[in-house]
Protein backbone atom coordinates (compact mmCIF):
# COMPACT_ATOMS: atom_id res chain seq x y z
CA UNK A 1 0.00 0.00 0.00
CA UNK A 2 3.08 2.56 1.29
CA UNK A 3 4.51 1.84 -2.05
CA UNK A 4 1.52 2.32 -4.25
CA UNK A 5 1.22 6.05 -1.94
CA UNK A 6 4.67 6.85 -2.76
CA UNK A 7 3.95 6.43 -6.80
CA UNK A 8 1.44 8.23 -6.76
CA UNK A 9 2.48 10.97 -4.99
CA UNK A 10 5.78 10.58 -7.33
CA UNK A 11 3.39 11.27 -10.46
CA UNK A 12 1.75 14.46 -8.58
CA UNK A 13 5.33 16.42 -7.30
CA UNK A 14 6.43 14.97 -11.26
CA UNK A 15 3.59 16.83 -13.07
CA UNK A 16 3.69 19.94 -11.29
CA UNK A 17 7.32 20.00 -11.66
CA UNK A 18 6.65 19.78 -15.35
CA UNK A 19 3.99 22.40 -15.43
CA UNK A 20 5.94 24.60 -13.43
CA UNK A 21 9.02 24.17 -16.01
CA UNK A 22 6.92 24.49 -18.80
CA UNK A 23 5.51 28.07 -17.18
CA UNK A 24 8.69 29.46 -16.66
CA UNK A 25 9.97 28.62 -19.81
CA UNK A 26 7.15 30.50 -21.46
CA UNK A 27 9.07 33.93 -22.95
CA UNK A 28 7.61 36.77 -21.69
CA UNK A 29 9.52 39.15 -23.95
CA UNK A 30 8.48 38.80 -27.60
CA UNK A 31 7.87 42.13 -29.06
CA UNK A 32 7.99 45.93 -28.12
CA UNK A 33 5.76 46.80 -25.13
CA UNK A 34 4.36 50.33 -25.26
CA UNK A 35 5.82 51.99 -22.30
CA UNK A 36 4.18 54.06 -19.50
CA UNK A 37 4.27 57.63 -20.13
CA UNK A 38 4.62 59.86 -17.22
CA UNK A 39 3.66 63.75 -18.49
CA UNK A 40 3.33 66.22 -16.25
CA UNK A 41 0.92 69.13 -15.46
CA UNK A 42 3.41 71.44 -17.77
CA UNK A 43 3.77 68.91 -21.05
CA UNK A 44 3.41 70.62 -24.43
CA UNK A 45 1.88 69.54 -27.47
CA UNK A 46 5.09 69.25 -28.47
CA UNK A 47 5.82 66.90 -26.26
CA UNK A 48 2.83 64.68 -27.13
CA UNK A 49 3.62 64.55 -30.81
CA UNK A 50 7.45 63.16 -29.94
CA UNK A 51 5.46 60.60 -27.49
CA UNK A 52 2.57 59.80 -29.91
CA UNK A 53 5.12 59.65 -32.51
CA UNK A 54 7.16 56.74 -30.97
CA UNK A 55 4.34 54.71 -29.97
CA UNK A 56 2.76 55.02 -33.65
CA UNK A 57 6.37 53.64 -35.28
CA UNK A 58 6.93 51.73 -32.39
CA UNK A 59 4.88 49.50 -29.69
CA UNK A 60 1.44 51.00 -30.98
CA UNK A 61 1.93 48.22 -33.84
CA UNK A 62 0.04 51.25 -36.05
CA UNK A 63 2.37 50.63 -39.32
CA UNK A 64 1.02 47.30 -39.29
CA UNK A 65 -2.29 48.30 -41.00
CA UNK A 66 -2.22 51.72 -41.53
CA UNK A 67 0.05 53.74 -44.29
CA UNK A 68 -0.39 50.68 -46.41
CA UNK A 69 -3.97 51.73 -47.72
CA UNK A 70 -5.15 47.88 -47.77
CA UNK A 71 -6.38 47.59 -44.76
CA UNK A 72 -6.67 50.45 -42.86
CA UNK A 73 -6.91 54.08 -43.96
CA UNK A 74 -3.42 56.15 -44.54
CA UNK A 75 -2.82 58.24 -42.13
CA UNK A 76 0.90 59.98 -42.51
CA UNK A 77 0.19 60.37 -46.19
CA UNK A 78 -2.27 61.17 -48.61
CA UNK A 79 -5.57 58.99 -48.87
CA UNK A 80 -7.65 59.22 -51.67
CA UNK A 81 -7.04 63.16 -53.01
CA UNK A 82 -8.19 64.26 -49.07
CA UNK A 83 -4.50 64.78 -47.73
CA UNK A 84 -2.91 63.21 -44.49
CA UNK A 85 -5.29 62.47 -41.28
CA UNK A 86 -4.42 66.06 -39.67
CA UNK A 87 -6.49 67.54 -42.70
CA UNK A 88 -9.07 65.54 -43.11
CA UNK A 89 -9.78 64.20 -39.28
CA UNK A 90 -12.64 67.00 -38.57
CA UNK A 91 -14.41 66.45 -41.97
CA UNK A 92 -14.67 62.82 -41.24
CA UNK A 93 -17.78 62.65 -39.40
CA UNK A 94 -20.50 65.36 -38.72
CA UNK A 95 -20.13 67.16 -35.36
CA UNK A 96 -16.89 66.08 -34.10
CA UNK A 97 -13.90 68.00 -34.36
CA UNK A 98 -10.26 66.32 -35.17
CA UNK A 99 -9.53 65.74 -31.87
CA UNK A 100 -12.96 63.76 -31.02
CA UNK A 101 -13.01 62.30 -33.90
CA UNK A 102 -9.42 60.81 -33.64
CA UNK A 103 -9.94 59.94 -29.85
CA UNK A 104 -12.77 58.11 -30.75
CA UNK A 105 -11.21 56.43 -33.54
CA UNK A 106 -8.88 54.81 -31.15
CA UNK A 107 -11.39 54.12 -28.57
CA UNK A 108 -14.39 53.17 -30.35
CA UNK A 109 -12.96 51.92 -33.40
CA UNK A 110 -16.16 50.44 -34.78
CA UNK A 111 -18.65 53.91 -34.16
CA UNK A 112 -17.61 55.12 -37.28
CA UNK A 113 -16.06 53.11 -40.36
CA UNK A 114 -14.33 54.76 -43.15
CA UNK A 115 -16.28 53.74 -46.64
CA UNK A 116 -14.58 50.64 -48.13
CA UNK A 117 -12.41 49.17 -45.41
CA UNK A 118 -13.37 46.48 -43.03
CA UNK A 119 -13.99 46.97 -39.30
CA UNK A 120 -10.76 45.45 -37.85
CA UNK A 121 -9.24 48.39 -35.98
CA UNK A 122 -8.81 46.61 -31.86
CA UNK A 123 -9.98 48.92 -29.62
CA UNK A 124 -6.45 50.72 -28.39
CA UNK A 125 -7.84 51.79 -24.64
CA UNK A 126 -7.60 48.30 -23.93
CA UNK A 127 -3.89 48.32 -24.05
CA UNK A 128 -2.52 51.73 -24.29
CA UNK A 129 -3.59 54.61 -20.85
CA UNK A 130 -4.96 57.83 -21.80
CA UNK A 131 -1.80 59.59 -21.69
CA UNK A 132 -0.38 57.33 -24.66
CA UNK A 133 -3.83 57.47 -26.54
CA UNK A 134 -3.54 61.56 -26.23
CA UNK A 135 -0.53 61.51 -27.40
CA UNK A 136 -1.55 59.78 -30.29
CA UNK A 137 -3.94 61.86 -31.10
CA UNK A 138 -1.55 64.89 -31.17
CA UNK A 139 0.71 63.24 -33.19
CA UNK A 140 -1.55 62.38 -35.79
CA UNK A 141 -3.00 65.80 -35.97
CA UNK A 142 0.43 67.38 -36.88
CA UNK A 143 0.35 65.56 -39.77
CA UNK A 144 -1.04 68.41 -41.49
CA UNK A 145 -3.51 69.45 -39.02
CA UNK A 146 -3.14 72.07 -36.01
CA UNK A 147 -2.29 70.22 -32.41
CA UNK A 148 -4.73 71.19 -30.01
CA UNK A 149 -4.65 68.86 -27.50
CA UNK A 150 -3.43 69.57 -24.18
CA UNK A 151 -2.92 68.54 -20.30
CA UNK A 152 -6.48 69.03 -19.42
CA UNK A 153 -7.22 66.75 -22.25
CA UNK A 154 -5.34 63.84 -20.21
CA UNK A 155 -7.54 62.49 -17.05
CA UNK A 156 -5.40 62.43 -13.19
CA UNK A 157 -5.92 58.82 -12.87
CA UNK A 158 -4.29 56.31 -15.62
CA UNK A 159 -5.95 53.38 -13.93
CA UNK A 160 -9.18 51.91 -15.16
CA UNK A 161 -11.51 50.61 -12.16
CA UNK A 162 -10.95 47.25 -11.08
CA UNK A 163 -8.29 47.19 -13.10
CA UNK A 164 -4.64 47.50 -14.04
CA UNK A 165 -2.84 50.15 -15.81
CA UNK A 166 -2.82 49.26 -19.11
CA UNK A 167 0.19 49.51 -21.84
CA UNK A 168 3.06 48.18 -19.83
CA UNK A 169 2.45 49.87 -16.29
CA UNK A 170 3.75 46.93 -14.49
CA UNK A 171 0.17 45.92 -13.57
CA UNK A 172 -0.52 42.33 -12.37
CA UNK A 173 -1.47 40.88 -15.86
CA UNK A 174 -4.60 40.92 -18.52
CA UNK A 175 -8.02 41.33 -16.60
CA UNK A 176 -6.66 42.19 -13.53
CA UNK A 177 -4.60 39.35 -13.13
CA UNK A 178 -7.43 36.46 -13.81
CA UNK A 179 -6.03 33.25 -14.42
CA UNK A 180 -10.18 33.23 -15.33
CA UNK A 181 -10.20 31.99 -19.32
CA UNK A 182 -13.06 34.10 -21.00
CA UNK A 183 -12.15 37.04 -18.54
CA UNK A 184 -8.88 37.02 -20.08
CA UNK A 185 -9.97 36.48 -23.48
CA UNK A 186 -12.91 39.64 -23.05
CA UNK A 187 -10.10 41.54 -21.11
CA UNK A 188 -8.02 41.26 -23.91
CA UNK A 189 -10.40 42.33 -26.68
CA UNK A 190 -9.80 38.79 -28.42
CA UNK A 191 -13.69 38.66 -28.83
CA UNK A 192 -13.48 41.62 -31.19
CA UNK A 193 -12.04 39.52 -33.76
CA UNK A 194 -12.26 36.00 -32.74
CA UNK A 195 -15.13 34.18 -32.39
CA UNK A 196 -16.19 31.78 -29.68
CA UNK A 197 -19.17 29.47 -28.24
CA UNK A 198 -21.20 32.23 -30.55
CA UNK A 199 -19.76 35.20 -28.91
CA UNK A 200 -17.20 37.44 -30.88
CA UNK A 201 -16.29 39.19 -34.11
CA UNK A 202 -15.80 37.12 -37.59
CA UNK A 203 -12.53 38.94 -38.13
CA UNK A 204 -10.17 36.05 -37.28
CA UNK A 205 -10.12 32.11 -37.03
CA UNK A 206 -13.01 31.04 -34.97
CA UNK A 207 -11.65 30.00 -31.62
CA UNK A 208 -14.87 27.40 -30.95
CA UNK A 209 -12.37 24.06 -31.86
CA UNK A 210 -9.10 25.48 -31.90
CA UNK A 211 -8.28 22.69 -29.99
CA UNK A 212 -8.81 20.17 -33.02
CA UNK A 213 -6.59 22.11 -35.60
CA UNK A 214 -3.88 23.13 -33.11
CA UNK A 215 -1.64 21.91 -30.69
CA UNK A 216 -1.22 23.32 -27.31
CA UNK A 217 2.51 24.50 -28.39
CA UNK A 218 0.48 26.23 -31.88
CA UNK A 219 -1.57 27.95 -29.67
CA UNK A 220 0.78 29.59 -27.68
CA UNK A 221 3.22 30.23 -30.56
CA UNK A 222 0.13 32.06 -32.48
CA UNK A 223 -0.85 33.72 -29.16
CA UNK A 224 2.93 35.27 -28.49
CA UNK A 225 4.18 35.51 -32.02
CA UNK A 226 0.80 35.48 -33.95
CA UNK A 227 2.55 36.51 -37.91
CA UNK A 228 5.08 33.87 -37.48
CA UNK A 229 2.04 31.43 -39.18
CA UNK A 230 -1.16 32.73 -41.00
CA UNK A 231 -4.53 30.38 -40.86
CA UNK A 232 -5.58 30.05 -44.41
CA UNK A 233 -7.84 32.44 -45.61
CA UNK A 234 -6.97 35.02 -43.15
CA UNK A 235 -4.02 36.36 -44.76
CA UNK A 236 -4.99 39.89 -45.94
CA UNK A 237 -5.58 39.92 -41.72
CA UNK A 238 -1.54 39.17 -41.35
CA UNK A 239 0.01 41.94 -38.57
CA UNK A 240 -3.46 43.19 -37.48
CA UNK A 241 -3.47 40.47 -34.27
CA UNK A 242 -1.00 42.56 -31.68
CA UNK A 243 2.15 41.23 -30.52
CA UNK A 244 2.48 42.68 -26.97
CA UNK A 245 0.57 39.41 -25.38
CA UNK A 246 3.41 37.93 -23.97
CA UNK A 247 4.19 40.61 -21.99
CA UNK A 248 0.78 41.81 -20.59
CA UNK A 249 -0.34 38.29 -19.80
CA UNK A 250 1.83 36.61 -16.96
CA UNK A 251 3.22 33.10 -17.50
CA UNK A 252 -0.19 31.52 -15.44
CA UNK A 253 -2.46 33.61 -17.58
CA UNK A 254 -1.20 32.43 -20.53
CA UNK A 255 -0.43 28.79 -19.22
CA UNK A 256 -4.63 28.55 -18.37
CA UNK A 257 -5.57 30.46 -21.31
CA UNK A 258 -3.54 27.94 -23.70
CA UNK A 259 -4.80 24.82 -21.86
CA UNK A 260 -8.34 26.22 -22.26
CA UNK A 261 -8.26 26.37 -26.09
CA UNK A 262 -6.49 23.55 -26.41
CA UNK A 263 -9.36 21.49 -24.85
CA UNK A 264 -11.74 23.35 -27.10
CA UNK A 265 -11.85 19.88 -29.43
Keep these: MWATNLRIIGIVIGTLALYTLIANKIPQVQSEVPHALTLGANVT ?10 LYHGAGGCTACHGLGTRAPNLLTDEKGQGPIGARCGKREPGKDCKAYIHESLTNPRAFVVQGYEPIMPEMGRTLSPQ ?15 VDVSASDIPASTTPAGGSPPGGGGGPGIAGGSTDPMTMIRGAGCTACHKISGEGGAIGPDLTHVGSRLSANLIRESILQPDAKTAKGYEKFKGVM ?4 GHQFTAEQLEALVQFLAGHK
Design 132 to 146: QLWALVAFLESNGGT
Design 242 to 245: PKTF
Design 45 to 54: PEQLVTAGDQ
